[in-house]
């Protein structure tokens, strides 16, 4: 029983254009939602995160969007660049404040030039 | 800034070899977690600790894994004896406790077990 879901295992997208990655969770007493990119050879590096006190959080071309009443996590990059090309996965912390993270099984984005 | 350091990057050992991987966390974080990576389980916490304890080790598949923290500044991950169905990467992350904080990942150990 995965807690949180990303339904699309790959997305590929032009250069220049939206790329928008998915998340969804199954418990609303998650409090806090991160979301990490990861390039091969690498370890996962963070990237965004946001409260759920909040529906909405930006950095630069990357926005995090959390729509609690549907359960639902999603990462805008605008605009898209091939350097972007990564594996990135999301994850929720728990609100027991012990610092533990449950991750997606990841979305491998391809931004083509 | 050193970030988490990971050694060895990459182990190749036979069944039924000792491996035990290592882990230096960022310099005042209390957090450390052990997870592995594979196709089919995806990204898995191991085992975590706060302030050098063992807090959560549900995660650890077998007797045959340990895990020890015995100092803020060191951690590892011991399989013993190893089996091919271990192969995989490790990754060693760390955060500070206080608060909702991101993880800081190494950049993994790459393990094979032939």
């Known amino acids: 029983d995965q807690q949180v879901k990303q339904n699309s295992p790959s997305l590929s997208v032009q250069e220049g254009r939206i790329s928008i990655l998915n998340c969804d969770y199954t418990n609303s007493m998650f409090d806090y939602f991160l979301w990490y990119k990861k390039y091969p050879a690498e370890g996962p590096t963070f990237l965004i995160s946001i409260s759920s006190i909040k529906d909405k959080n930006e950095d630069g071309r990357f926005t995090v969007f959390l729509n609690k009443s549907a359960k639902h996590l999603s990462l805008h990059i605008v605009p898209s660049q091939p350097g972007d090309s990564a594996v990135y996965f999301c994850?929720?912390?728990?609100?027991?404040?012990?610092?533990?993270?449950?991750f997606g099984q990841g979305t491998t984005l391809q931004v083509k030039p | 800034d050193a970030g988490v350091i990971q050694s060895p990057r990459h182990e190749v050992t036979e069944m039924g070899q000792e491996v035990t991987l290592r882990c230096k966390p960022i310099s005042g974080h209390n957090s450390l977690f052990w997870y592995r990576q594979t196709m089919m389980r995806g990204l898995e916490l191991l085992i975590y600790?706060?302030?050098?304890?063992?807090?959560?080790d549900s995660g650890m598949p077998e007797d045959r894994f340990s895990a020890k923290m015995p100092n803020a500044s060191f951690s590892t991950l011991k399989i013993q004896p190893s089996e091919p169905r271990d192969s995989a990467v490790y990754f060693c992350?760390?955060?500070?406790?206080?608060?909702?904080?991101?993880?800081?990942f190494g950049d993994g150990t790459r393990l094979s077990i032939l």
């Open positions: 994850a929720v912390h728990g609100s027991s404040n012990t610092g533990k993270l449950i």
């Open positions: 992350a760390s955060s500070y406790l206080t608060g909702a904080q991101p993880q800081h």
């Open positions: 600790f706060n302030n050098n304890v063992p807090i959560d």
